[in-house]
């Protein structure tokens, strides 16, 4: 057992597979010029404001049922249930559901430069790379992540969306191959109905170097759990870890004024070869934006 809401396969706990991802770093000439350019903030894309606005609807529009219904239950009805279902869906609910909707809108005003330039890793990897608006499912759509990693970069920086979009199709698609050699299998396991479900993220930041004078090189460890998910007779839901990834992380990040931004949007990613599966195994293309 993983912990009290998370299940491994029966034959136990995934074996970690690991990956090594490496960006370029500048020179010192080209570290001069990228410090000195203006970063100014840049308007949140159309995919985060069609996700944003659907996640706040869903919000309000729960919020007002619960609270009408709570209502209803507790003006029509006596009993014990009107507690749980009336006060409960009024007072505890709606308000819940409430503030859900309150956060959505708030991602509309965040902004994708950042002043720590871990805060910058985890927005390149966790927001965009793996697609923060990813719900069910392993990763986002393709435009909320460009959408978003364009954010985090100086619009003096080139942003080629054909060429990144590539490669962050192609680093999903390392990832999912490793995830599927143990995940494909866990999907049989008695009594069946396994789906696809969102996964679990955590980003380790384990050390930093300055190259240049406002130049960080960070080292990062990320761990990454697929999970898998059913429900029962009753309702009751189940989820397994079918997949454990760590990547590691090193990548440049470069200071413009008070805020950090990444050198190189698509550094390569290998396999460790300890781990390494012929079906799996991939180095993606470097493209270093400069």
């Given at each position: 057992m993983a912990n009290a809401n998370y299940y491994y396969p029966k034959n136990g706990e995934p074996k970690t597979v690991h990956f090594d991802i490496t960006g370029n770093r500048p020179?010192?000439?080209e570290a001069r010029s990228l410090t000195a350019i203006p970063f100014n903030k840049k308007p949140v894309s159309i995919e985060e404001v069609k996700d944003s606005l659907k996640w706040?609807?869903?919000?309000?529009v729960g919020a007002v049922f619960l609270w009408f219904f709570g209502q209803w239950v507790i003006t029509s009805f006596v009993g014990p249930g009107v507690l749980f279902f009336g006060f409960g869906g009024a007072y505890v609910a709606a308000p819940v559901s409430l503030i859900f909707a309150?956060?959505?809108l708030t991602k509309l005003f965040r902004s994708g430069r950042k002043k720590k330039p871990e805060d910058s890793l985890k927005w390149v990897w966790e927001t965009s790379y793996f697609g923060e608006d990813a719900v069910g499912v392993r990763f986002g759509k393709l435009n909320y992540a460009l959408g978003t990693l364009e954010r985090a970069v100086p619009s003096a920086i080139a942003f080629d969306r054909n060429n990144i979009g590539d490669y962050i199709n192609e680093l999903r698609t390392v990832l999912s191959l490793a995830m599927d050699e143990t995940s494909l299998p866990a999907r049989e396991e008695p009594p069946g109905?396994?789906?696809?479900a969102?996964?679990?993220k955590s980003t380790r930041i384990e050390n930093s170097t300055e190259i240049y004078p406002g130049v960080l090189e960070l080292c990062a460890t990320i761990s990454y759990s697929d999970v898998l998910s059913r429900s029962d007779a009753n309702n009751k839901q189940y989820n397994m870890i079918s997949a454990i990834l760590e990547l590691h992380v090193t990548s440049v990040f470069i200071k413009a004024g008070k805020y950090w931004y990444p050198y190189d949007l698509t550094p390569a990613i290998t396999r460790r070869e300890e781990f390494n599966s012929?079906?799996?195994s991939a180095e993606i293309f470097n493209i270093s934006v400069q």
């Open positions: 020179t010192e000439e706040f609807a869903i919000g309000l309150i956060y959505n109905e396994w789906k696809e969102s996964s679990l012929p079906a799996a």
